[in-house]
């Protein structure tokens, strides 16, 4: 059977209980093996049941996170146009995920939901298999395989649409990793090579360009990289020192080339640093921001208030947190001096308040942020257990355990069990609709432009987007920097000429959601514009279309 004709329910039961019980029984004969699975069987497992159980979710291809739609479009755009601030504005996203989605394109791959969905868990799952080598490299091997059992069980039984659609950090997720992975690797050596140190660089240079949510990490990895450096080479520490800048500096001295080439290296940092860094999330907070410094300390009980899921990782974290501490600190007395080696897990513990600082900064506690925890629960979940009796590693079968028992609450009280049922929800029907009213007025690549937030129709025509910015709330929305986002709007539309232009403004739409306030005829020179050039063709639903005359 085609795989794309295999049909889902809201309660798959069977297909659900067998995945449950697979996976209890893996991590349960884990858990008593006296010695580790070999790492290629082990990963494979890990592989097959995680995507067995996601198997609905790459099957669903409507749209999960309104940030999937966005960075598909600006994938697709730059398959077309590949001159990003030119084509496409990616916000805090970062050129780098739309790029490597452009890729995709280009290779032939359409870049649909389904897509999306896919290559999220094989990013997801890559970032964590390269944790556990790190986890292995710092002599934790013994433990590894049960401190991965809870992720295993997360990315296999999670319905939260946040941690199953293509969210925007997975890319600086990937790339952290792995320059954690070089830490780890460097800690245990106690040397250098010229070109790891190349390469480091220029993998510390592409996390800010992956999302820019990660910098406060990357911050904490290049610091312990040159803090390295002096502790186990301070002989040449210098001509180390200048390696690893050659990588950092030479990476950026190409991507800075590369924009004022084309003539769009004060758009970077226009759009991308100045005006990331100045635009605050007022829209989420109600224009009523809490305190910076009550936000970090609020995480742990945000998780667990939110119910999302990611609170069955938090518990077991907090909990071997408070017995290794016991163990550790109370009972073993800690030395007086701290080894070089454990300065790694200084940084580690850097490395989390940091994530804790991306996450909680503008007080929206996204979900799909919460991905920038995994790396340092792992390691530290490893290293927990390694201390800690043997006994406390059936720990790590409660998250499986949560999921189970909320799986089948479900079923007694006949709630859905799976949140990416083939049959289409109601909402994908109406897109469906707007989508193939706009193809009877324009064709697949031909450039479109919507006025609102709605970039779904963009993936579900695959039309590109013909204006930088594909989801107009900073041009449409007061904030100090509306004019330049509204007039760089303006000067897109007029070089573009949209085959297509969508007023997508109806309650339903994110942010801008109310018409009579929002809809292109309030902006004098957008509404002329339109009326210039451009037939109204048809509403659907609220949304209006338009055709280049």
């Known amino acids: 059977m085609n795989p794309l004709e295999i049909q889902f329910s809201a309660n798959p039961f069977a297909f659900q209980l067998v995945g449950h019980l697979l996976i209890a029984a893996f991590s349960i004969w884990i858990l008593l093996r006296k010695r580790p699975l070999s790492d290629g069987v082990f990963i494979v497992i890990l592989v097959a049941f995680t995507a067995f159980m996601r198997l609905p979710a790459f099957l669903f291809n409507h749209e999960l996170d309104p940030d999937e739609s966005q960075m598909l479009t600006q994938g697709l755009t730059l398959s077309i146009d590949p001159m990003v601030y030119r084509s ?18 280009y290779l032939g791959f359409t870049l649909d939901f389904q897509f999306a ?6 990013l997801t799952i890559a970032a964590l298999i390269i944790s556990y080598f790190t986890a292995k490299v710092l002599n934790l091997a013994a433990t590894v395989q049960w401190a991965i059992l809870p992720f295993i069980s997360f990315l296999s039984c999670i319905q939260f649409t946040d941690f199953v659609s293509f969210y925007s950090e997975i890319v600086s997720i990937l790339v952290l990793s792995v320059t954690v992975f070089f830490l780890a690797y460097w ?11 190349v390469i480091f660089g220029i993998l510390l240079g592409t996390i800010p360009l992956c999302k820019l949510q990660a910098l406060p990490m990357a911050f904490v990895v290049g610091i312990y990289a040159c803090a390295q450096l002096f502790f186990y080479q301070r002989s040449k520490l210098i001509s180390y020192f200048l390696y690893l800048t050659l990588g950092f500096v030479g990476w950026w001295s190409i991507w800075c080339l590369f924009l004022a080439n084309n003539d769009v290296l004060d758009d970077f940092y226009t759009y991308y640093i100045e005006a990331n860094l100045a635009y605050k999330d007022n829209f989420a907070t109600n224009g009523v921001p809490r305190s910076k410094f009550v936000n970090f300390f609020r995480l742990p ?13 938090l518990y077991p974290f907090i909990l071997l947190s408070m017995m290794a501490s016991f163990v550790i600190i109370i009972k073993k007395r800690a030395g007086k001096s701290i080894s070089l080696d454990a300065y790694f897990w200084v940084m580690l513990v850097g490395y989390l308040l940091m994530a804790n600082l991306a996450i909680t900064r503008t007080g929206s506690y996204y979900e799909h942020y919460f991905h ?17 009796p043997s006994q406390s590693r059936w720990i790590m079968v409660s998250t499986q355990a949560a999921f189970f028992v909320l799986f089948v609450i479900n079923i007694v009280r006949n709630k859905p069990t799976n949140m990416f049922a083939s049959t289409p929800r109601s909402g994908d029907v109406i897109r469906a609709n707007i989508a193939h009213q706009i193809l009877e007025y324009g064709a697949p690549g031909q450039y479109m432009a919507v006025w609102g937030w709605s970039c779904d129709l963009y993936v579900a025509t695959q039309m590109p987007q013909g204006v930088n910015e594909n989801h107009t709330t900073r041009s449409g929305m007061h904030h100090s920097y509306q004019k330049r986002y509204y007039q760089r709007y303006l000067r897109d539309l007029q070089r573009n000429q949209p085959a297509i232009f969508v007023d997508a403004v109806t309650p339903r739409t994110i942010w801008m959601d109310n018409q009579k306030k929002y809809g292109h005829h309030n902006y004098p020179e957008l509404a002329d514009f339109i009326a210039k050039n451009y037939l109204f063709r048809a509403e659907v639903e609220g949304v209006k279309i338009y055709s280049h005359k």
Request: proline fraction near 5%; hydrophobic fraction near 50%; charged fraction near 10%.
């Open 301 to 313: 009980w945000v998780i667990v208030r939110k119910g999302c899921g990611f609170e069955w990782l």
């Open 187 to 197: 800690n245990q050596k106690k040397g250098f090579q010229a070109t790891e140190l």
């Open 88 to 105: 496409i504005d990616p916000t805090t996203g970062g050129p780098l995920t739309s790029y490597l989605l452009s890729g995709f394109a």
């Open 117 to 122: 969905h896919i290559l999220s868990w094989v």
């Open 372 to 388: 920038y925890l995994f790396l340092p629960f792992l390691l530290f979940f490893s290293l927990f257990l390694k201390h800690l």
